[in-house]
């Protein structure tokens, strides 16, 4: 299955095959060097049978979690591309989940002003979220993202059978995105996660209808000036909350949802949230301290001075924006 986001200044192609990271040169030219990057997670059997397709091929491993998403790694990517002699017409491939997506996309968007770049997510919240959309970044220190741009990979090779040597509570994670997708822009979708039985007999529809929530919201606005931000529900307060435990101990998923279960405001809804996330066996809530909450998001990049916008859900399948004060999401918010 093909899907194409039309995006001002070119096409990003996103491909849904399983095994079709054993057959690249059907999707994106090879005929350069191609750097991969990758991290200790992903398992050897996957870049092997990437680089063994590349004629000019190198890789770069590095450790697995979100401190890998750093200003340091970053430079020493730089470094060796420099090395290598790499030019804007060569490539970069991400081969992972999300932390290996936003750091390549942030090297090939700023490596010489911008070169070649293509995703081969290999988690489900990559897949389901962050491979698409052009968004990528750093981490300084424990704020999260708050050194990037927008940088659209040339294509998305999206291999579901990737998906069977993730840990079950890595698996459900990344399911938390797509719960978000529904609620804000896919009824469907979210009965669906109500109404399965089977989450991997479904998981294709799943990702799917996902893709397509965030590819019609990044075709409208493409930088976030405005639509785009519904896209964030759940995440300024689930950001704050991956902030305070330094970015480890929850993962994004879970801290989405447990921002999406303290900012709904329809008790309706909440609850069938709380119903579908116990289903995923994801966490409802975290021990933190009021103040370092409002603290981080003060700091998160979606923030102006006092306010930052909410998004909020009064009837599944339609988000709104409500630009509030940070200081009032104290009390029941928080």
């Known amino acids: 299955m093909e899907m194409n986001i039309q995006l001002a200044e070119k096409t990003s192609r996103i491909y849904i095959e399983r095994d ?6 059907k999707y994106i030219s090879l005929d350069c060097k ?5 991290d200790e997670g992903v398992p050897k059997q996957y870049y092997e049978e990437v680089l063994s397709q590349c004629k000019e091929g ?27 002699d790499f030019s804007r017409k060569d490539l ?26 293509a995703s081969i997510p290999t ?27 927008f940088y659209h990979p040339e294509a998305v090779l999206i291999d579901l059978n990737t998906l069977s040597t993730l840990p079950e509570r890595h698996y459900h994670n990344g399911l938390v995105e797509a719960v ?19 989450i991997e007999e479904d998981l294709e529809e799943i990702i799917v209808r996902a893709l397509h929530v965030k590819k019609n919201v990044v075709e409208q606005d493409e930088k976030e000036e405005n639509l785009r931000k ?11 909350i991956e902030s305070i435990y330094h970015l480890e101990g929850y993962y994004h998923g879970e801290c989405v949802g447990i921002g999406m279960m303290m900012i709904l405001e329809n008790e309706k809804i909440r609850e069938r949230l709380r119903r579908v996330l116990c289903k995923l066996n994801v966490p409802l809530s975290a021990d933190y301290d009021v103040e370092e909450v409002i603290h981080f998001i003060k700091k998160d990049k979606k923030a102006n001075g006092k306010y930052v916008t909410v998004v909020q859900v009064d009837k599944v399948g339609e988000a709104k924006l409500l630009p509030t004060e940070i200081e009032s999401l104290r009390g029941n918010k928080i």
């Open 58 to 84: 190198c890789l770069f491993v590095a450790k697995q979690g979100e401190e890998t998403k750093s200003l340091t790694v970053y430079e020493q990517i730089l470094n060796r591309l420099l090395e290598l």
């Open 180 to 198: 978000k997708a529904g609620l804000i822009a896919d009824e469907k979708l979210f009965e669906l996660f109500e109404k399965t039985e089977n």
């Open 20 to 25: 079709c990271r054993l057959h690249l040169e």
């Open 92 to 117: 970069v491939i991400a081969l992972g989940g999300g932390v290996i997506g936003d750091l390549s996309g942030f090297v090939a968007g700023t490596f010489k002003r911008g070169m070649r770049f």
């Open 230 to 240: 519904i896209l964030n529900f759940g995440h300024t307060i689930g950001h704050a």
């Open 123 to 149: 988690t489900t919240l990559s897949q389901i979220d962050s491979s698409i959309g052009g968004k990528v970044a750093v981490n300084m220190g424990e704020v999260k993202n708050v050194v990037g741009t």
């Open 34 to 38: 191609v750097m991969v990057i990758t």
